[in-house]
Antibody, heavy 122, light 106 residues
Framework: EVQLLESGGGLVQPGGSLRLSCAAS????????MAWVRQAPGRGLEWVTA????????YYADSVRGRFTISRDNSKNTVYMQMNNLRGDDTAVYYC???????????????WGQGTMVTASS | TVMTQSPATLSVSPGERVTLSCRAS??????LAWYQQKPGQAPRLLIY???ARATGIPIRFRGSGSGTEFTLTISSLQSEDFAVYFC?????????FGQGAKVEIK
């Protein structure tokens, strides 16, 4: 069974930093792109960032470019998101997502973790 | 690419047929997905490639369309289908979602 388990969320002051982690299991992690998607309280979904299986490509929403960094460690089946200079409008549940079904050339958000809450507030 | 869903809210009775629309501001070919989200839960992929059902999704969910106009049809609404539905394009960066459509009990 494919599972994604996020960790690292919490309360941080504006301007602070957090690193989110997502531990993956149940699939050949290195073969799949991964992404982070967020959802502010009571709001819709916003794609944040994505990374290819080999880490050769990374992509960012304009709202986080230059502040957030996605990375992965395929030896640990884990994807990370370093969040710096956090702002109030970054407050959201952050979901880790497996992209696919990549084996047939599709890049939807195939599997979602349960999410971790990040609150940027003083 | 702006994704626009309609209607924003739909009040229906169990057993009724539901049709949700999603329009893209430019052609996304067939790189369109639909997700279902229930309160307190993560979204779940229902449809990808505009019309392909994801693993384990019941056949009452049907996606159609291409280019800029897409539709999600639920043939006979079950109690577990009351939720918010999002469309999303994955043809371009940044990936973008519609604002969501809430299907509620009439």
């Amino acid at each position: 069974e494919v599972q994604l388990l996020e960790s690292g969320g919490g309360l941080v002051q504006p301007g602070g930093s957090l690193r989110l982690s997502c531990a993956a299991s149940g699939f050949t992690f290195k073969n799949y792109a991964m992404a982070w998607v967020r959802q502010a309280p009571g709001r819709g979904l916003e794609w944040v960032t994505a990374i290819t299986g080999s880490s050769s490509g990374t992509y960012y929403a304009d709202s986080v470019r230059g502040r957030f960094t996605i990375s992965r460690d395929n030896s640990k089946n884990t994807v990370y998101m370093q969040m710096n200079n956090l702002r109030g409008d970054d407050t959201a549940v952050y979901y880790c997502v497996k992209i696919g079904p990549e084996e047939i050339g599709e890049y939807a958000f195939e599997i979602w973790g349960q999410g971790t809450m990040v609150t940027a507030s003083s | 690419t702006v994704m626009t869903q309609s209607p924003a809210t739909l009040s229906v009775s169990p057993g009724e047929r539901v049709t949700l629309s999603c329009r893209a501001s430019q052609s996304v070919n067939s790189k369109l997905a639909w997700y279902q989200q229930k309160p307190g839960q993560a979204p779940r992929l229902l449809i990808y490639a505009a019309s392909a059902r994801a693993t384990g999704i019941p056949i009452r969910f049907r996606g159609s369309g291409s280019g800029t106009e897409f539709t999600l049809t639920i043939s006979s609404l079950q109690s577990e289908d009351f939720a918010v539905y999002f469309c999303q394009q994955y043809n371009y960066w940044p990936r973008t979602f519609g604002q969501g459509a809430k299907v509620e009990i009439k």
